[in-house]
Every structure is written in C-alpha cells, then in structure tokens.
C-alpha cells in the first residue's frame, strides 16, 4: 500500500512555467490523496514547488537533506520532518528505505542520479516500488530515446524498461499508482 510518495526534482529556480505547474499538481495530488511527501528538502526549485503545494493542501512533508547542502539549498525548514544527513548517500538510503512510489519530475544531473539508483535497485531486486517519470513538455523523451539504444545495442533487456512508468501528465502518475502490479522482468545476468 502506497502511503509515502517520493519526489526527485530539480532543485532549479529556472525552470519553465510548464514544469512549475506539473510539480504544484504533483504536490496537490499527494495531499489530496493523504499520501506523505519524501523528498530532498529543499525550498528552492521544483523541490520547494512540490513541497509547498503539498501544504498548501493540508498534506504532509518529509524531507531528507546533507548538512552541508541544509544552509546552501536553503532547506524547507516548513516541512512536518527534517532529517539531516551526513552525506548525499545516506539521503537517498532514507528516502529510499522511507518511501513506497517514486515519481521522477525534471530535473538536473542530481535528479538524473538519484533516479538511474531507484531503477537499479528495483532491476537487482532491492525493492518492486513503482517508479514514474512525469515527462511534462517531452523532457524525458530523450532520455527514453537512450534506454532504446541501450536495448538496441543488447546491454539493456527489452523487458527492463517494464521497471518503470512514464506519464505524461500529474493525474496520469496516480491513475498508474492505483492500478500498479509490479511486472515479472528477466534478470539482469541470464
């Protein structure tokens, strides 16, 4: 049962509106649905988005962050929960270990990074926890386009791309949430 939904996501004050629109419907979608956020506790980019518009709708934010990166992100010192970590590795175990759904909206190398550990972890067995990327404005598409090649080129099974989902808009990703069955793929060696 799903009730922790983490978020990765650009920690960029940049991004287009499109983007910032899909990350406060991603947020307002997990209030409305009573899940918890768990995401990198920034207050900064599609990370702060996401979390102030989960409160704004009365949910609950969880947020995982390094030291370090606590006074340079400016961390959402509103969130419900603050957990503070020595290192980068130690935060994505606890968001890890603390969520049940993971959604993967734009972001930088960061996001890239944190989401190729989830998609590993679930293809070596760690976990069978949906995974989706909201590919607002095509963003992932290239990424997609890669994964292809990687399977064209025989280093990537065809079924592994059955690890995750990809959808194109907020509303999508819980309609998938809902009817999640985790699919049987082959393993990585035979």
């Known amino acids: 049962?799903?009730?922790?939904?983490?978020?990765f996501?650009?920690?960029s004050n940049s991004s287009p509106a499109s983007f910032v629109l899909?990350?406060?419907a991603v947020g307002r979608l997990i209030a409305e649905r009573d899940y918890r956020l768990v995401y990198g506790a920034g207050a900064v980019g599609l990370m702060g988005v996401t979390a102030r518009s989960v409160h704004a709708h009365h949910g609950h934010v969880i947020g995982v962050i390094p030291e370090k990166l606590r006074t340079i992100e400016l961390a959402y010192e509103a969130a419900d929960e603050i957990i503070v970590t020595q290192t980068m590795s130690e935060r994505k175990s606890i968001m890890e270990s603390r969520s049940d759904a993971f959604i993967f909206l734009p972001g930088g190398f960061?996001?890239?990074?944190?989401?190729?550990e989830v998609i590993v972890?679930?293809?070596l067995g760690y976990h069978a926890k949906p995974l989706v990327f909201l590919n607002v404005d095509g963003i992932y598409d290239g990424l997609m386009a890669f994964f292809a090649d990687l399977m064209n080129a025989g280093l990537v099974k065809d079924d592994q791309c059955n690890l995750f989902h990809v959808?194109?808009?907020p509303?999508?990703?819980f309609d998938y949430f809902?009817?999640?069955?985790?699919?049987?793929?082959s393993t990585k060696w035979f």
């Open 1 to 7: 049962m799903i009730k922790h939904v983490c978020v």
């Open 22 to 24: 899909a990350a406060e």
């Open 110 to 116: 960061g996001t890239i990074e944190e989401l190729m």
């Open 121 to 123: 972890l679930k293809q």
């Open 171 to 173: 509303e999508a990703i």
């Open 9 to 11: 996501a650009a920690s």
């Open 178 to 185: 809902d009817s999640y069955d985790p699919a049987t793929v």
């Open 167 to 169: 959808a194109e808009t």
